[in-house]
C-alpha cells in the first residue's frame, strides 16, 4: 500500500530537479541582471513578460525549444512566466516529424479549460494555441505524447 505524501509525483520531481540545479550551480549569484533589475532562470527580466503575448517554440521527442521571445531562443524547455488574466498564444513547429500537441495543464496534470492544441505530425507543419488565459492553477505545458522530455513549467504572477 503506498501512503499518501500530500504532494504529486510531478511536485517531488520539481523539487529534486530544482535542488539538482541549485548544487550544481552551486547557488551563485543575486537574481539580478546588472542593472538591478530581478532576472529569471531563463535570463529575462521581470518586466520583459509582461510585454510577451506570443510563444513559438519548436517541437520535437527531445524537447520544446524555445524561440520567440528572443530571450527563450535556445532554450529547452524553458519555465514560463505568464501574467494572471493575461491572454497568450501558444504557437509551434514540428521539427522532427514525429506527432506532437501541446497542452496546459494543473498540477492534478489535468487539462485546463481545453487548452490543447491540434496534433501535428508531418515536419515544418505549424499549429497555435489562442486564447490562453493565464490563471493561478496552471502549472505545465507538456506534449501527450512526450511527457517525460517534451513538458515545461509554468509560472504565474498577478501585475
Not at 488574466?85 to 506527432?99: A, I, L, P, S
Not at 479549460?113 to 494555441?129: A, C, K, M, W
Request: proline share 1%.
Amino acid at each position: 500500500m503506498t501512503e499518501n505524501t500530500g504532494f504529486s509525483r510531478r511536485t517531488a520531481l520539481k523539487i529534486a530537479g530544482v535542488t539538482g540545479m541549485a548544487v550544481l550551480a552551486g547557488c551563485g549569484g543575486d537574481g539580478e541582471n546588472g542593472n538591478g533589475a530581478a532576472e529569471d532562470g531563463n535570463g529575462a527580466a521581470d518586466e520583459d513578460w509582461g510585454a510577451v503575448e506570443e510563444f513559438y517554440f519548436d517541437g520535437q521527442v527531445s524537447h520544446w525549444g524555445g524561440i520567440e521571445p528572443a530571450f527563450l531562443e535556445g532554450e529547452e524547455n524553458p519555465t514560463l512566466t505568464l501574467i494572471e488574466g493575461q491572454e497568450y498564444t501558444f504557437r509551434w513547429v514540428n521539427n522532427d516529424g514525429q506527432t506532437h500537441n501541446l497542452e496546459i495543464r494543473d498540477e492534478n496534470d489535468e487539462v485546463i479549460d481545453d487548452y490543447q492544441s491540434d496534433d501535428v505530425g508531418e515536419e515544418g507543419e505549424e499549429t497555435s494555441l489562442e486564447g490562453v488565459v493565464a490563471t493561478q492553477e496552471m502549472t505545465t505545458y507538456i506534449c501527450q505524447y512526450h511527457e517525460a522530455t517534451q513538458v515545461g513549467d509554468i509560472t504565474i504572477e498577478s501585475e
